[in-house]
């Protein structure tokens, strides 16, 4: 039985791999590593069996297996060779354990085990709303590979290393990254003519590295309007090593999308300031991360990227001028492929790809698409929801057949502005508000500190400093199921004797959240008529866009709804549902599944294949043009109504306390 | 006969088009454009037949052809439309003599004549040593489209882009480079919807230029070690439009090529400093250029560049150290396809793209492959020697079978270095010498002046400033025919009795060309026994490396010699054959053929067959190696003697003075 040639004869053996049961005879003597390819399981394998990269280790279960058929599996492994032993020994790996499945060749039934660190295409499994599993697949790949040293008049460098891709891992016509090319000579002499090739989608060498090195990072990033949020992955393992986030530099040329685009367009070289803005803040980003993880950000060499569409051309260093009136005319909708040099991305390798995901409309942007990704509507029974809230709401709406998208500009008072007390969320933002129908009592809870403002003791303050979204929509819920406010938002004549908090100003009524005393400015933080008419209209214009979608799939309520986003995150489903942002849906499915922007990002950089579906799903999506028309307008006024005015809320009413339906 | 429409019948007509002789029946109502294609005959459109370019103008011949089968052509067009009338008075077209190709339909049987300048494929003949003609057809194509306006919800403008170009030109699946994506926008907006497209290899977008451009422009450069040298093209005719010349501005961190390799070693970021340099140059030379030509340096879309190897390695950014040592290996020896503003050329267009030709062996570069290409040794009858001559001689030697390659280390003394008085090929330099045998006086020519020193008023001068390669070379064969030095290149004792020029210096013996008094340096200009020496060794070692590819291929004579480079239009065959630096030949067969290295670049530029034509020769040349190979060391040796030692040279013999061959 010692047998360690690679003879390989017409005699074959039965090969059972565990956990896949995958099972089939293989000719004697072939490795553990091809026989397992033969029954369609892949074991990793970077050095191309060299007994370099240890990935490919496996075990070899000892004992009789009559249930399978296999009498007696032990000795049916060729002994170590010098090489794995030598490995095995630097490495502390227990050889009767564990076998190198490049060495291990088999010479009579066996029974294997390939642990999940030795397989192939690792999974990663998102875990939020609904479990999504993926192959860790991404558009790199390391190879690695021993060159013929150079010889007087033989080929070059690189034409040495095309044969050495050729016959050591069958990879044909892969062309070199001419700025990589640089460094292949250097790199070739350093690791004694072994390198380790980092190969994009298949066809490029974009990274040259000396000797063995299993170093392969990407990016997933998302950039929003306002906040820039970057994943640092493992692109073996599928882990993700740090987590980063940003302000959005180009928030000082306008808070707005709007704003950004008119920036410019008027403003000469506005454009390409915004652009050098972002580039240079995904640059400190990858730095950030980088260093978080503890490895050097010129390992990185791939990229996604994710934003609405003015981030998205604003990235890309294109102009969004033609997104700032009808038509809304997007440069591309496809994806895009580039060099993270060719935009400026100097902190990663020179080498490195990015890919933008594609958009849908001129709205409807890559982050959708991203969303899209993450929560795969189209896998579930029934029809699914997805609302991305932001000064303009990205609403998804459909089931397994047919999927429909749709921007409606709830405009910014979500987001704390245009609101008298309003503010981002962030430390002393009112976020919860309480009112006591009987007493007519007010509570509230501020960002940052667990308690209500009624369990403090005297003399104690919340030091409220405004009121954020979340807390703007529970006021006004609040209000309506204490009667305090009527169906059309209006306070109710009553509303101050009801409740000591409401006065009036003129002929409208505010709330006193908190007075001078209690808060952080000196100044009374009150909700005004004003600020309930302002969530109004965005609810409102949320609830047309809906509508319009649920009315083209002819369906009247929805049977799971997601939030998306950071503002999807800090609202109170209820109080949303309360106010009529939602369409009726039993609340228990009503849930925030955080940035999934960023996780379809992460899931296109860890798995190649998700940037086709992603391609697909953005052509099949259907996309309802809202903005101006007609129906959307009529949809709208329908919609300011508390919770609306015409549709059923079943779902709803039998949750709402007797009587506030009726109102 | 007003059938207008566009519809086209099952009757057929009989169309001959000149000058090709082509004929055929096409059918009824067919465009002359479409139909000509039928027949195989391309006539140019740029427009893709929207009556916008004028490139299709053809001729339509009037009369009876019987010898043809046409009793009678005339009226057998549809007359013009709106359109072409509007086309035809904005630029003063007679329609009643030229028409459009894709306006004109066939309504009867015609006799059409296709222009010279309306043929798709324009041909384009260099004249030197044989003549060569290639068709215009660049790696670079323009592409007119008419795109639809933007819609709201309809597809983004890139999307309704490659639309209009499969519609109109049957051209799927292109890409658009993702910087020049920034321009589509405004370029759409800018031309009304309609824009020309620049198409790189058929795959790619690079330029997009608002409405009907025409302007399609390529810079061939050959970089040399001391001359960089750039042809600006005009790539729809093929013109050159404008040629340039530079210092290479590499010269000052070393004068040779073992001196950079040897300043990128030693000095950091050296290699970089000698990639900006060269970069720069040629920068500045396609500015120069374009300025010359009156034309817009970011027109230029498509280059091609050629260099001896380490010029190839340096102007890609790549460090040459391993081409200055032992086995001399390249980085790659493959044709390289780069984004111009990868290599910083940010003259050009931002999309450009850059070719740079194939390398043969260590010491053999792209250079050399463009004289390949320019020379097409295996298209004559007969054995041809191709010799470039700078610091390393690259030699080509072959028919149409086989075709070898060497580098021969001939040094600097060609080039008027390691010489007491030489120079470089200047104004004021000694470019020929005359020594007469029987009274033994000088006369010499000076570049810059058509006049011999012996036909000078009194009292005039021609004010030599030293001597150059040619000169040198000159006076060696010169002293040699008149006896005054030997077969061993020594003085011979009574050289001083027969020539007043000769003097003895100690026991050596030396030339005095000029007089101090004569000279503009206030030195006599001499040539001394070492310039000899010098120049025995060159020859020796140019002739070694000839003679080394004569063995390997068995031929004692060559049928034809082309010298190519600068310093190759400089020499006299004559004296070059009389010292022995060229094998022989018969006199009238050895022709100097110019800069063939920038004509090869400016071939692959013109035709991208040639690129393929380029890649696969390089490969088929059989390299063989001289350096330091003991039959190289004995061939150098008997080359020393003048002509030569061992070798016969009957063809030289018969047009020698009587006795010359055997001093």
Same mark, same amino acid.
């Given at each position: 039985?010692?047998?360690?040639?690679?003879?390989?004869?017409?005699?074959?053996?039965?090969?059972?791999?565990?956990?896949?049961?995958?099972?089939?005879?293989?000719?004697?003597?072939?490795?553990?590593?091809?026989?397992? !390819?033969?029954?369609?399981?892949?074991?990793?394998?970077?050095?191309?069996?060299?007994?370099?990269?240890?990935?490919?280790?496996?075990?070899?279960?000892?004992?009789?297996?009559?249930?399978?058929?296999?009498?007696?599996?032990? @000795?049916?492994?060729?002994?170590?060779?010098? !090489?794995?032993? !030598?490995?095995?020994?630097?490495?502390?790996?227990?050889?009767?354990?564990?076998?190198?499945?490049?060495? &291990?060749?088999?010479?009579?039934?066996?029974?294997?085990?390939?642990?999940? @660190?030795?397989?192939?295409?690792?999974?990663?499994?998102?875990?939020?709303?609904? @479990?999504?599993?993926?192959?860790?697949?991404?558009?790199?790949?390391?190879?690695?590979?021993?060159?013929?040293?150079?010889?007087?008049?033989?080929?070059?460098?690189?034409?040495?290393?095309?044969?050495?891709?050729?016959?050591?891992?069958?990879?044909?016509?892969?062309?070199?990254?001419?700025?990589?090319?640089?460094?292949?000579?250097?790199?070739?002499?350093?690791?004694?003519?072994?390198?380790?090739?980092?190969?994009?989608?298949?066809?490029?060498?974009?990274?040259?590295?000396?000797?063995?090195?299993?170093?392969?990072?990407?990016?997933?990033?998302?950039?929003?309007?306002?906040?820039?949020?970057?994943?640092?992955?493992?692109?073996?393992?599928?882990?993700?090593?740090?987590?980063?986030?940003?302000?959005?530099?180009?928030?000082?040329?306008?808070?707005?999308?709007?704003?950004?685009?008119?920036?410019?367009?008027?403003?000469?070289?506005?454009?390409?300031?915004?652009?050098?803005?972002?580039?240079?803040?995904? %640059?400190?980003?990858?730095?950030?991360?980088?260093?978080?993880?503890?490895?050097?950000?010129?390992?990185?060499?791939?990229?996604?990227?994710?934003?609405?569409?003015?981030?998205?051309?604003?990235?890309?260093?294109?102009?969004?001028?033609?997104?700032?009136?009808?038509?809304?005319?997007?440069?591309?909708?496809?994806?895009?492929?580039?060099?993270?040099?060719?935009?400026?991305?100097?902190?990663?390798?020179?080498?490195?790809?990015?890919?933008?995901?594609?958009?849908?409309?001129?709205?409807?942007?890559?982050?959708?698409?991203?969303?899209?990704?993450?929560?795969?509507?189209?896998?579930?029974?029934?029809?699914?929801?997805?609302?991305?809230?932001?000064?303009?709401?990205?609403?998804?709406?459909?089931?397994?057949?047919?999927?429909?998208?749709?921007?409606?500009?709830?405009?910014?008072?979500?987001?704390?502005?245009?609101?008298?007390?309003?503010?981002?969320?962030?430390?002393?933002?009112?976020?919860?508000?309480?009112?006591?129908?009987?007493?007519?009592?007010?509570?509230?809870?501020?960002?940052?500190?667990?308690?209500?403002?009624?369990?403090?003791?005297?003399?104690?303050?919340?030091?409220?400093?405004?009121?954020?979204?979340?807390?703007?929509?529970?006021?006004?819920?609040?209000?309506?199921?204490?009667?305090?406010?009527?169906?059309?938002?209006?306070?109710?004549?009553?509303?101050? !004797?009801?409740?000591?908090?409401?006065?009036?100003?003129?002929?409208?009524?505010?709330?006193?959240?908190?007075?001078?005393?209690?808060?952080?400015?000196?100044?009374?933080?009150?909700?005004?008529?004003?600020?309930?008419?302002?969530?109004?209209?965005?609810?409102?214009?949320?609830?047309?866009?809906?509508?319009?979608?649920?009315?083209?799939?002819?369906?009247?309520?929805?049977?799971?709804?997601?939030?998306?986003?950071?503002?999807?995150?800090?609202?109170?489903?209820?109080?949303?549902?309360?106010?009529?942002?939602?369409?009726?849906?039993?609340?228990?499915?009503?849930?925030?599944?955080? %940035?999934?922007?960023?996780?379809?990002?992460?899931? &296109?950089?860890?798995?190649?294949?998700?940037?086709?579906?992603?391609?697909?799903?953005?052509?099949?999506?259907?996309?309802?043009?809202?903005?101006?028309?007609?129906?959307?307008?009529?949809?709208?006024?329908?919609?300011?109504?508390?919770?609306?005015?015409?549709?059923?809320?079943?779902?709803?009413?039998?949750?709402?306390?007797?009587?506030?339906? %009726?109102?």
């Amino acid at each position: 039985m010692t047998d360690n040639t690679p003879s390989v004869s017409a005699e074959t053996h039965r090969l059972i791999l565990l956990p896949s049961g995958r099972r089939g005879d293989v000719p004697h003597g072939t490795t553990v590593l091809a026989a397992a !390819a033969m029954l369609g399981v892949e074991i990793e394998s970077i050095c191309g069996g060299r007994q370099t990269c240890g990935k490919c280790l496996v075990a070899l279960e000892r004992g009789t297996f009559p249930r399978h058929g296999i009498t007696s599996a032990d @000795e049916h492994l060729s002994p170590p060779d010098e !090489a794995e032993i !030598a490995y095995a020994r630097k490495h502390g790996i227990n050889l009767s354990e564990r076998r190198m499945a490049c060495a &291990a060749r088999i010479l009579g039934d066996v029974l294997i085990t390939v642990p999940e @660190e030795s397989q192939a295409r690792k999974q990663v499994i998102r875990k939020a709303a609904g @479990e999504l599993t993926i192959e860790v697949a991404p558009a790199v790949r390391l190879v690695y590979v021993e060159v013929e040293p150079a010889t007087l008049g033989g080929p070059a460098d690189w034409q040495r290393v095309q044969t050495a891709l050729a016959e050591q891992w069958g990879l044909h016509d892969l062309t070199i990254d001419p700025v990589i090319l640089r460094r292949l000579q250097a790199a070739l002499r350093e690791g004694d003519w072994k390198v380790t090739l980092t190969i994009w989608q298949g066809r490029e060498v974009i990274r040259v590295a000396p000797g063995y090195d299993e170093r392969l990072y990407g990016l997933a990033v998302d950039v929003g309007t306002t906040t820039v949020a970057a994943y640092l992955c493992d692109l073996r393992t599928g882990a993700v090593l740090a987590t980063e986030a940003t302000m959005n530099p180009q928030v000082r040329y306008g808070e707005d999308l709007m704003s950004r685009v008119s920036y410019g367009m008027t403003e000469p070289g506005g454009v390409a300031r915004m652009h050098r803005a972002i580039i240079k803040a995904l %640059n400190d980003l990858a730095a950030q991360a980088a260093a978080a993880a503890g490895i050097a950000a010129d390992a990185i060499t791939d990229a996604v990227l994710v934003g609405n569409t003015v981030m998205h051309h604003l990235l890309l260093g294109i102009d969004p001028t033609y997104l700032g009136a009808m038509p809304f005319a997007l440069a591309t909708h496809d994806a895009v492929d580039v060099k993270a040099r060719d935009l400026g991305l100097t902190a990663l390798h020179p080498g490195a790809m990015v890919h933008v995901l594609p958009c849908i409309a001129g709205y409807v942007g890559a982050d959708n698409v991203g969303v899209l990704l993450a929560e795969q509507p189209t896998l579930d029974d029934g029809i699914s929801l997805i609302v991305d809230i932001g000064t303009n709401a990205e609403i998804l709406l459909g089931n397994r057949e047919r999927l429909l998208s749709a921007s409606s500009p709830t405009g910014p008072a979500f987001e704390g502005a245009h609101i008298k007390h309003g503010q981002r969320a962030a430390p002393g933002a009112i976020e919860r508000v309480r009112i006591d129908p009987a007493t007519g009592a007010v509570r509230y809870r501020v960002i940052g500190d667990e308690r209500w403002s009624d369990a403090l003791r005297e003399g104690e303050s919340l030091r409220p400093t405004g009121i954020c979204g979340s807390g703007i929509i529970e006021v006004v819920a609040e209000l309506f199921l204490a009667g305090l406010i009527d169906r059309t938002g209006r306070f109710v004549p009553d509303a101050p !004797a009801r409740c000591p908090a409401v006065r009036w100003q003129g002929t409208l009524g505010e709330l006193v959240l908190a007075s001078a005393e209690e808060s952080a400015t000196g100044q009374p933080i009150v909700v005004t008529q004003k600020d309930i008419r302002a969530i109004q209209l965005a609810k409102g214009a949320l609830y047309a866009g809906t509508r319009m979608l649920m009315d083209r799939l002819g369906v009247d309520h929805v049977d799971r709804i997601r939030l998306a986003g950071a503002f999807g995150s800090y609202i109170d489903p209820y109080h949303a549902m309360v106010i009529g942002m939602l369409p009726d849906c039993d609340l228990e499915h009503v849930v925030a599944v955080g %940035n999934a922007a960023g996780d379809g990002a992460r899931l &296109a950089l860890l798995n190649v294949e998700q940037r086709a579906l992603a391609r697909r799903a953005a052509r099949q999506v259907e996309y309802v043009e809202t903005g101006g028309t007609p129906i959307f307008q009529e949809r709208f006024v329908e919609a300011m109504t508390l919770p609306h005015a015409h549709d059923p809320f079943p779902r709803l009413a039998a949750i709402l306390p007797p009587g506030a339906a %009726n109102r």
